[in-house]
């Protein structure tokens, strides 16, 4: 099973969605996902999004946590 850490960092997207963590895997940066919290995301408001990937992952719904999204992420790395 790979060690998958995520590292607090903002992100500037031009909205108010700031907060991000970079994904490493295995000491490897493989995703930036970003907290929704612009008033535009009215139902995902909260949730976590794969902003970009770095390793083939397709791009799911936004999570609802950030363990289902590490959960996720173990899931699907691809080789």
């Given at each position: 099973?790979?060690?998958?850490d995520?590292?607090?960092?903002?992100?500037?997207?031009?909205s108010?969605?700031?907060?991000?963590?970079?994904?490493?895997?295995?000491?490897?940066?493989?995703?930036?996902?970003?907290?929704?919290?612009?008033?535009?995301?009215?139902?995902?408001?909260?949730?976590?999004?794969?902003?970009?990937?770095?390793?083939?992952?397709?791009?799911?719904?936004?999570?609802?946590?950030?363990?289902?999204?590490?959960?996720?992420?173990?899931?699907?790395?691809?080789?």
């Amino acid at each position: 099973m790979p060690v998958i850490d995520m590292h607090p960092i903002p992100v500037r997207t031009g909205s108010n969605d700031r907060e991000g963590r970079l994904v490493m895997v295995d000491g490897e940066l493989t995703a930036l996902l970003v907290r929704l919290d612009d008033n535009m995301h009215e139902q995902d408001k909260g949730k976590w999004f794969l902003e970009a990937e770095f390793r083939r992952l397709s791009r799911p719904a936004p999570f609802d946590t950030l363990e289902e999204a590490r959960q996720w992420i173990g899931e699907h790395l691809s080789t």
